[in-house]
C-alpha cells in the first residue's frame, strides 16, 4: 500500500514528493538502460565506430556510415597498412587518417569525404563510367593471378575451409608441419597480410602456401560471401596486390611539396622513356624499396657474373651447400659453382634472397624489366587492349589520364559500385557478423552447447531432489534425531565458504572428478538454508492431507510426488529457476575445478572470449549478447514464477 | 506424474549424451607431450622436432593452454593445473618454487646429480666422504651436452645437487636498442655509448625533442628490463650472505658472484649462504632513483653550448642556474620537466617507432634483424649495453633467459607399467633436449646468411656453425659489442634465480616501478615502497621467513591461539545450544528406513563437501601443504607469518572500507526503490522492468560491461559520457580503475548497479503485506508521511531488513565481488580484499596453508555475526509473499 495517501498527493509537498521520486526513477532507469544500448551498438559495430561507445548505431540511419563501414570491412584495421592502401584507390582519403578508431570519431569529417564519395554514386553520368571501370576491374580479376592478391579475409572461414580440405587434424599437422589440437586454433595470420610490399619478399612455395591460394580462390568464388555473388557487385575481398602506393610514398618522402592529387598522377610503373630526373628517381625507387619479384632480367652474358657473386657471398661451395640445405626449403646440393644457373626472375627457394642481391649490385638498374605480374602493368595493358588508346581509357572511365601509366587499378571505382548495389546486404552483414561469427566458434570449438545443457538439467535435477527429499523426511516423519539433523546441516554456514572452497578443489582432485559435471554441481548440491526454508513450507501443509493419503493406502512415493511437491510448487519453481541461473551464469568455481576446455560451458567460454578477444572488442560484446539470450528469455516468460516465489520472513 | 517422466527421461538423455561422447585419449598408444605457451608449438617445428616427429609417429606435441586469468593472475592458470594433477609435460616457471612444491620432476635419470660418478658409484673426497660441492660436475654427468650449458646457467638450473631444468635455446640479450641515424644526426657516435648515468642522461635530453615528441627513450614498468639496471649499480636485486670462517664477519655478495673472497682474504665459497631480497639498498634504490631523475627530474637547454642542464629544486624557484661558470637565466616555459617517453602501448608498437620518432630503447633481441618485420631496417638497429651507474661500474648486458622443466605430472603417464611410464618420461626429456637444443633456431639463421644478413647475426651463432668468415663485413659497433662480451669488459646477467622472481616481479614492477612511471609518479614515495617491498619480498614474496623469527613468537602466538580458539569453541557451542533447544519428545518416533533414504543424499553430501572440507581446512592451517606428497606440520607458524605481515592488516582494512562502503551502496539502494516503485501511481511495472534489466543478463557480463565503460582512456563510455564536463575545467581523463581515489567506488558500483532491482522486489513484497487499515488510521491520527514510514512501515519490515543485513554483511566480508575481474586487487594493493587475497595466495602462489589460514582468520571474525544470524533464522517463519 502507497505510503502517501490519495489526501496527501493533493498538497503542494505532496505533489513535490511524487515528482521527486519519478524524476529519481527515470533518472535511474536512464542509468540501467545506457550501458547496455552502447553494449548492444557495440555488439553490431568494428573496428570503424566501437570506440565511439554511442548508445545507437548511426550507421542505421546515415549512409555515410554504412560506406565507411563497408570499407572498414575491406580494408580491417589488423591487416598491414591497410588505410595506405586504400589511399592509393581514393586519394582525396585525408592523409593524417591512419587509424579506423580515429576516422569514426571525427563524425563530420567522416561523412563529408564519405558524402563526396557518395554523390560519385549520384550522378548518372558519373555512375556509368563507375560501372564500366568496374565491370572491368571484375573481367580483370577474374583470371588475375591469385600469388598477387591481398584478401581482406574473416578469420571464422579459415577452419571450415581446412576441416574440408583435410577431413582430419592429423592430416593437417602432417601437411604443414606442425601440431594443434583444433582446427580453429590454426594461426594463419600471414594469410591476411604477406608482406607484398617488402622489396624481397617472395612466397615461400609450400604446402601452406597453396593451402592459402585455395582458400583465395574459394573466394574468389564468393564461396564465403553469397551475398556479393551476383547482382552487379564487382569489388570481392580479394584485390589484386597493388604497389602503386609504396611507389607514391617513395617520391612523397623525397619531394615533400608534392600534394595527393600530384601523386595520384605519378606514372606507375615508370616508362623507358620518361623524363630524366624522373627516370633517376624511379631507377633510385626500384633499387631500394620496389619488391624484386617482378623484375626481369636477361642472363645473356652473366653467369660468369653470376659465379662470382656466389663465391663472395659463399667463400666455399660447401658453405653454399650448408646454409642453403640448412634452410628448411628445398634444396640439392650442387658440386661445382657452375651447377647454379642464374635465372632471367627471382627462382623460389633458398637462392631467391642471393638472386635479388646479385641483380641489385651487379646488374644495372637501366636494363631490368618489370614484368607482367605488377598488376598496375597488367592492368594497364588490359584496358589498352580493349579500349585501343588511353584517350579511349579516359573517356570511359571518366579519368583525366596523362599517360598509360598514370591508370591504377579501379578497385575503388568497384567498391563504390559495389556499395551502390549491394548496400543493404553489406548492412545485414554488419548487423549480423559479430554474432554469426560468436554462434559459429560456440557450436564448432569444444562443446559449448551441449555442456551447457547437461549442466542445466542436472543442476535442475539436483535442485528437485536433494534439498526437497531430505526436507520433506524431516517434516513428514518424526525421528529421533530431526532438530540435529536440521542443526549439523545448518551449522556449516557459520564457517566461511572460502575455508572450505580449497580443500574442496583439492577433494575433488583426490576423487579425480576434476574436469567432470560432479565437480560442478556436486559440491553446492545440499545446502542447509534451503532444506530448512523448505521444512518449513512442508510443515505448513495441513497435515489431513498425509493422513488421508495413507489411510487410502497411497505410498510415501507417492505422497511426495503427487500430493506435498505440487504443494510448495512455487517455491520449488523459483528453486529451479535460480539452479538454471546459477549453473548456466557460473563461471567462477568452473574456471578453478574445470579448467579442460571440452567440458567448458557458454559462460566459460564467455570468460575466456573477453579474455582473449581484446583485440576485437565488438566481437566480446556480440559474444556477452548472445550469452545473456537464454537468460533473458527465461526471465521474461517466468517473471510470474518470481513474484509468486518471493518468501518473506515474519516474527514467531 | 508428467514431471515426473520428464525427470527419468531427462536422466537417459543425460546418460546417452555424455556417453556418447567421443573418447579422444582412447585410440591406441598416443601420446600428447604438452609444452607451455614460451614455447610456440603450434608453428611449423624446426628440423630437430620434426625429426623426432617423424621416428616417434605416435607423438604429438602439442601446446598447453589453461584458462587465462587476468594479466596479473596470469600464472594461475599453470599452478591450478599443476594442483590439479593435469600439468603440462614440459613447463617454465620459476624453478625453486617449482622444486620447493614439488611440481619439476628431476633430470637425476638422464643428467646425473652431485655426489654420483657417471658410471653410478659415488664419488669420494680424500677423506672417503662424500664429495659435494652443489653442483654436477664433467666427471658425474651422463650427458654429454650438460657441459656445454653456460656455468652460470648450470648454477642456474641446479637446486640441491639435483638438474632440474634446462635453459631455453636463443642467445637473446636485454639491452638498450638504438637506431643509428638517429644517434649520428644527433651527433653521437654510436662506437662510444655511455659508460655512466649522467652521460647516459645527457644522450636522452640530447635526443629528446618535446615539442616534435620524439623521444630519445622509452621505459616501460616490466620488472625484466628494469632488472639489468640494477646490476648497473654493482648490486644485485637478490644477494647472498657468507659468515667468514676466519674472521666470523657477515659478507654480502651478489646473486650471481662466482669468487667469493672475504675482505679478510679468505675464501668463503664452501659457506652455506643465506640469500635474502636486496632491493631496499643504497644501490637497488638508486636505480630506482635513475628511472624517477629520466622520468621527473626537470632540466633546461642551453641555448649557447647546445647542452641539457639539470635543476634542482632551487634553480627552478630562482629562475637560473650556474653552469661551466656561466648564469644562464630561463623562464618557466623552458623548462622541461623528464627526458623519456613512457610505453603504454604493445612493445611491438613501441618498437615500430624506433628510428622514427624514438632512438632508444631497451628490449631483448638476438641479432639485429629480429624486428625486419616490423620494418626496422637491420642495418639501422644497434645495441649497447646499460651504462654503469658511476665510471666505477661495468656496464651490464642481460642474457634473457627462460629454463623449462619437466612437470611432475609425467609420473601419471604414459601406461601402467613402470617401464611404459619410464619410456614415456624418456620421450618427454628427449622433446625438452630438442626444444631447447641451440639447432632449434638454425634454420632462421642460414636463411638470414642465404640473405646475406649474416654480419647482423651473433658471432656466436656464425662460430657454431662454422661461417667463420662473416665476421669480417660486420658492422663495427656492432662487432665491438660482441667483443666486449666475449673480453668479459661488460658484464654479463641473468635475471634474478633464487627465490620466487618470477612472482617477485610482479610485485616491483606493480608497486614500484610502475607507480614511478604513471602519470601521478611525481609524488611517489619510492624509497618507502621499496623499503615495504624488500621486507615483503623476505617475509613470503621471494624468500621465506627464517624459522627463527618465528620462533621467537611461537610461545606469545600460542596464548593467543587458544584464546581464539576458546572463543570459537564458546560460540560454536552456543550456535549448537541455541539450534537445539526445543525438547523433543520421544513419543510416536518414526521407525521405518525410508526416511533416513530419503535424507541420505543430503546429509552425505553435507558431510562430504561441508564438513570434510571444513576438517581438512583445519587440519591445512597448521601444515605447510605441498601439491605433491607428504605436507609437513608446521604448527602455528602459519599464522605468525600472517600476524607478521603488514599487509594482512591493510587487507584487513580494505575488507572493512569494501563492506562499508558496499552495505552502504548496495543495502540501502533496494530499500530506497522499493519505496519509490510503492509510491508511484503509474507505470509501476515499466520502472520495475527498467531495474530489472541487470539481472536478465550474467554477472560477468555485467562486470565486464562496466569495465569497458570504465576505460581510463579519452574513449572509455564513462570518459566521454564526462568529455563535456572534464572539458571545462581542462582536466584528463579519469583512469578510474587505476586511480587509487575511484577505484574503490568503481567496483562497488556494478554490483548496486545490477543488485537494485532484483533486492528491491523483496522488499516491495513487504511493503505491499503492510495492511492497509494501520495507514488509514494513521491518515486519521494526522500522522504526517515520514510519520507514517517511521510508526508503521519501518516496524513491519524491520525483520526483513535485519536478516538481509546480516546475511549482506557476511556474504561481503567473505567476497570479493566484482574485484577480480576489474582489478584483481590493483592498483598496488589498493583493492585486495581478504577474498582476493586467499584466491592470490592459493592459486596464484600457491600457498594454500597461508590461504587457508587467512580462511580461518576470516571465519573467526564473523562467527559473532554468523551466531546473529541462526539465532534470527530460527525465530522467523517464512511465508510466501501475496503475489500480485
Known sequence: MPIISDIDRKSAKGRAVTVWIYVSLILGGITMVYPFLVMLTGSVSNGFDYDRRDPLPRYVWAREDRFMHMLCGYFPPAHRASLRQLRQYFPDLPEEWSIWSQIGDDTKASDQWAGKQLARLKDPAQRQCLETAAKDYADFMADWDVTETILAYDNRYIAPFLRSRYGTLDKLNRAWQMSIDDFAKVNASEWSGEPIDQASYTPERDVRYSDLLEFRKAYRQNQFTPYLKDGGATAGYLRPAALRFIWEDYVAKQDEKLKSADLAALPFPVPVDAAPEMLARWHGFLLTEFPMRHIEISVQGRQQLFQQFLQDRFPTVDYLNRVLAGTGQAWTPVSRWEDIKLTATVPDGPLGRVWMDFVRTEVSVGQWQIRDTLPEQAFQKFALKRYGSVEAISAAYGLKLASLQALGIPFGQALLTTFGHKEWAFFADNLGGNYVAVIDYLLHRGLAVRNTIILVLLAIFITLTVNPLAAYALSRFRLRASEKIIVFCLATMAFPAAVAAIPGFLLLRDLGMLNTFAALVLPGAANGMTIFLLKGFFDSLPKELYEAASIDGAPEVTVFWRISLPLVKPILAVGMLNAFIAAYNGWEWAIIVAQDPKIWTIAVWTYQFSQTLTGAPYMVMASFIVNSIPVLLVFLFCQKIILRGIILPQMK | ?884
Open chain 2, 1 to 884: 506424474m508428467r514431471l515426473r517422466y520428464c525427470l527419468v527421461l531427462a536422466c537417459l538423455l543425460l546418460a546417452g549424451w555424455t556417453a556418447a561422447a567421443p573418447d579422444q585419449a582412447s585410440d591406441g598408444k598416443l601420446f600428447r607431450i604438452s609444452v607451455t605457451s614460451r614455447y610456440n608449438a603450434q608453428n611449423r617445428q624446426p628440423q630437430i622436432i620434426r625429426e623426432f616427429l617423424a621416428a616417434h609417429p605416435n607423438v604429438r606435441l602439442v601446446q598447453w593452454d589453461g584458462i587465462k586469468m587476468p594479466a596479473e593472475g596470469s600464472r594461475a592458470s599453470l599452478a591450478m593445473a599443476m594442483a590439479a594433477n593435469i600439468g603440462p609435460d614440459i613447463f617454465e616457471t620459476d624453478i625453486r618454487q617449482a622444486v620447493e612444491q614439488r611440481l619439476a620432476y628431476p633430470l637425476t635419470e638422464w643428467i646425473g646429480e652431485d655426489g654420483v660418478l657417471a658410471n653410478g658409484k659415488p664419488k669420494l673426497n680424500k677423506q672417503g666422504k662424500r664429495d659435494l660441492n652443489g653442483q654436477i660436475d664433467s666427471d658425474e654427468t651422463k650427458w654429454a651436452d650438460w657441459m656445454k650449458i653456460k656455468p652460470l646457467y648450470r648454477q642456474v638450473v641446479t637446486v640441491n645437487g639435483k638438474a632440474y631444468a634446462l635453459p631455453n635455446r636463443g642467445g637473446t640479450y636485454v639491452g638498450i636498442l638504438y637506431s643509428k641515424t638517429l644517434l649520428r644526426k644527433a651527433g653521437l657516435d654510436p662506437m662510444h655509448p655511455p659508460k655512466t648515468y649522467d652521460e647516459f642522461i645527457r644522450w636522452v635530453r640530447l635526443l629528446y625533442d618535446p615539442v616534435k615528441k620524439t623521444y630519445g627513450l622509452e621505459l616501460t614498468s616490466q620488472s625484466w628490463a628494469f632488472a639489468p639496471w640494477v646490476a648497473t649499480t654493482g648490486s644485485s636485486i637478490v644477494v647472498q650472505d657468507r659468515k667468514c670462517t676466519a674472521c666470523g664477519k657477515t659478507v654480502t655478495f651478489n646473486e650471481q658472484a662466482t669468487q667469493f673472497v672475504c675482505p679478510c682474504g679468505e675464501d668463503v665459497s664452501r659457506v652455506v649462504p643465506t640469500w635474502r631480497c636486496n632491493v631496499a639498498s643504497p644501490e637497488c634504490t638508486a636505480a630506482v632513483a635513475f628511472y624517477y631523475r629520466l622520468r621527473w627530474a626537470p632540466w633546461i637547454m642551453d641555448r649557447s653550448t647546445h647542452e641539457p642542464v639539470e635543476l634542482t629544486k632551487q634553480d627552478v624557484d630562482n629562475g637560473y642556474v650556474m653552469f661551466r661558470g656561466k648564469r644562464i637565466v630561463f623562464s618557466p616555459d623552458d623548462v622541461v620537466e623528464g627526458s623519456i617517453g613512457v610505453t603504454t602501448t604493445a612493445l611491438t608498437d613501441t618498437l615500430k617507432r624506433l628510428g622514427r620518432d624514438l632512438a632508444m630503447y631497451p628490449l631483448w633481441a638476438g641479432d639485429m634483424t629480429e624486428f625486419q618485420n616490423l620494418g626496422i631496417p637491420p642495418d639501422d638497429l644497434g645495441m649497447m649495453p646499460f651504462p654503469g651507474m658511476n665510471s666505477s661500474c661495468r656496464p651490464v648486458l642481460q642474457a634473457s633467459n627462460s629454463f623449462f622443466m619437466i612437470g611432475k605430472d609425467v609420473l601419471r603417464r604414459g601406461g601402467d607399467t613402470p617401464q611404459e611410464k619410464k619410456a614415456y618420461r624418456d620421450l618427454v626429456w628427449d622433446m625438452m633436449r630438442r626444444i631447447c637444443s641451440p639447432e632449434g633456431s638454425d634454420e632462421d639463421i642460414r636463411r638470414k646468411v642465404a640473405a646475406g644478413q649474416a654480419k647482423f647475426l651473433n658471432p656466436r651463432d656464425l662460430e657454431r656453425l662454422g661461417f667463420k668468415d662473416y665476421l669480417r663485413e660486420m658492422p663495427p659497433e656492432n662487432l665491438q659489442m660482441w667483443q666486449q662480451i666475449e673480453a668479459g669488459k661488460l658484464l654479463e646477467v641473468v635475471e634474478p634465480f633464487m627465490g620466487k622472481w618470477l612472482q617477485f616481479r610482479d610485485f616491483y614492477q606493480r608497486e614500484v616501478i610502475d607507480l614511478v612511471l604513471r602519470p601521478s609518479g611525481k609524488e611517489f614515495d619510492y624509497n618507502t615502497a621499496l623499503k615495504d617491498l624488500e621486507r615483503d619480498a623476505n617475509t613470503g614474496i621471494m624468500f621465506e621467513r627464517p624459522r627463527e623469527v618465528l620462533d621467537q613468537y611461537r610461545p606469545k602466538a600460542r596464548i593467543i591461539a587458544a584464546f581464539i580458539a576458546l572463543f570459537l569453541a564458546f560460540f560454536t557451542v552456543l550456535i549448537i545450544r541455541d539450534q537445539m533447544k526445543r525438547t523433543e519428545s520421544k513419543a510416536g518416533v518414526y521407525k521405518g528406513w525410508l526416511p533416513w533414504l530419503m535424507l541420505l543424499p543430503a546429509v552425505a553430501s553435507i558431510a562430504l563437501w561441508g564438513y570434510y572440507p571444513l576438517a581438512r581446512g583445519l587440519v591445512m592451517a597448521f601444515q605447510d601443504y605441498k601439491v605433491v606428497g607428504r605436507s609437513p606440520f608446521v604448527g602455528l607458524s602459519n599464522f605468525i607469518s600472517i600476524a607478521l605481515d603488514p599487509n594482512f592488516y591493510h587487507y584487513l582494512f580494505t575488507t572493512f572500507r569494501f563492506v562499508l562502503w558496499n552495505l552502504g551502496l548496495a543495502f540501502c539502494t533496494p530499500i530506497i526503490l522499493a519505496f519509490f516503485l510503492t509510491e508511484v501511481p503509474r507505470f509501476k511495472v515499466f520502472f520495475r522492468t527498467l531495474f530489472f534489466l541487470p539481472q536478465m543478463t550474467s554477472g560477468l557480463v555485467v562486470t565486464l560491461m562496466w569495465k569497458e565503460m570504465y576505460a581510463g582512456t579519452a574513449q572509455g563510455t564513462i570518459n566521454r559520457l564526462l568529455a563535456p564536463i572534464l572539458g571545462m575545467w581542462d582536466l584528463k581523463p579519469v583512469d578510474w580503475l587505476g586511480n587509487p581515489h575511484t577505484v574503490m567506488a568503481c567496483v562497488i558500483l556494478p554490483s548496486v548497479w545490477a543488485a537494485a532491482g532484483i533486492g528491491s522486489l523483496i522488499y516491495l513484497a513487504a511493503l505491499k503485506s503492510v495492511p492497509e487499515e494501520l495507514y488509514e488510521a494513521a491518515n486519521i491520527d494526522g500522522a504526517t508521511i515520514l510519520g507514517r514510514i517511521r510508526h508503521i512501515t519501518l516496524p513491519t519490515i524491520a525483520p526483513l531488513v535485519l536478516i538481509n543485513f546480516v546475511g549482506a554483511f557476511i556474504g561481503t566480508f567473505q567476497s570479493m565481488g566484482q574485484i577480480f575481474l576489474l582489478t584483481f586487487g590493483g592498483p598496488g594493493k589498493e583493492t585486495m580484499v581478504m577474498g582476493m587475497a586467499i584466491w592470490q595466495e592459493a592459486y596464484v602462489n600457491m600457498r594454500f596453508s597461508l590461504a587457508t589460514s587467512y580462511a580461518w582468520i576470516l571465519g573467526s571474525i564473523l562467527i559473532g555475526f554468523t551466531y546473529m544470524q541462526l539465532r534470527i533464522l530460527r525465530r522467523v517463519d517464512f511465508r510466501q509473499a501475496k503475489g500480485d
